[in-house]
């Protein structure tokens, strides 16, 4: 397996335009997380899903923010419309239901001008 | 609470041991974490304790446990530069979310 597979790698964009993020997950892993990473805050979970369904958002900072799996091989994080602070790292990871450990995808780095 | 505290930075010279150091608040924690972040790169677990053990060592890595105290640490032995990352402490409950310190950055000194 290639891992998790994220895209795009890097993303610079200007502020108030839509970013949208996406994450593969490791085929047979039932659980996806989308987490964000800064020097300020650390990393933060965003959501996660269980088999396609989102558990828990109450870490998605607000309603700029949607995350989307429509399938079990892909989900997708979007803002729109974004703001400088939105840059950060986004990471996702995937996990098997029988153990908690989470594999993270290599992340997508976010600058917003 | 739920909150996690590592120290920030820790250094070392190469051939010593590291002890990384982690407290958590929540004593209802089943499983404790060590992730390790290359740069540029994403987080790997390293290794993990269940909270009804004391310790457990693998190869160069050593985890001590003390609930009572509710205090976590790594010791990497015969530290080598390739060691050089951040690493995390992390624990979860009964759910899959994990509670995630703000990482300790090793620098291993030749």
């Known amino acids: 397996d290639a891992g998790v597979i994220q895209s795009p790698r890097h993303e610079v964009t200007e502020m108030g335009q839509e970013v949208t993020l996406r994450c593969k997950p490791i085929?047979?892993?039932?659980?996806l997380f989308w987490y964000r990473q800064t020097m300020m805050r650390g990393l933060e979970l965003l959501i996660y899903f269980n088999n396609n369904v989102p558990i828990d958002d109450s870490g998605m900072p607000e309603d700029r923010f949607s995350a989307k799996m429509p399938n079990a091989s892909f989900s997708t994080l979007k803002i729109q419309p974004s703001e400088p602070r939105d840059s950060a790292v986004y990471f996702c990871?995937?996990?098997?239901?029988?153990?908690?450990?989470?594999?993270f995808g290599p992340g997508t780095r976010l600058t917003v001008l | 609470g739920e909150d996690v505290e590592q120290s920030l930075f820790l250094s070392v010279r190469e051939g010593d041991s590291s002890v990384i150091n982690c407290t958590y608040t929540?004593?209802?924690?089943?499983?404790l974490y060590w992730y390790k972040q290359e740069p540029g790169a994403g987080l790997q677990l390293l290794t993990y304790i269940f909270s009804n053990m004391d310790m457990k060592q693998d190869q160069r890595l050593t985890v001590l446990l003390n609930k009572k105290d509710k205090h976590l640490s790594l010791r990497i032995a015969d530290t080598q530069t390739g060691d050089s990352a951040i690493y995390f402490c992390a624990h979860a409950g009964n759910n899959r979310k994990l509670i995630w310190g703000l990482g300790t950055s090793l620098a291993v000194n030749p």
């Open positions: 929540d004593s209802s924690s089943t499983y």
């Open positions: 085929s047979g892993h039932d659980y």
């Open positions: 990871a995937s996990s098997h239901v029988l153990n908690n450990e989470q594999f």
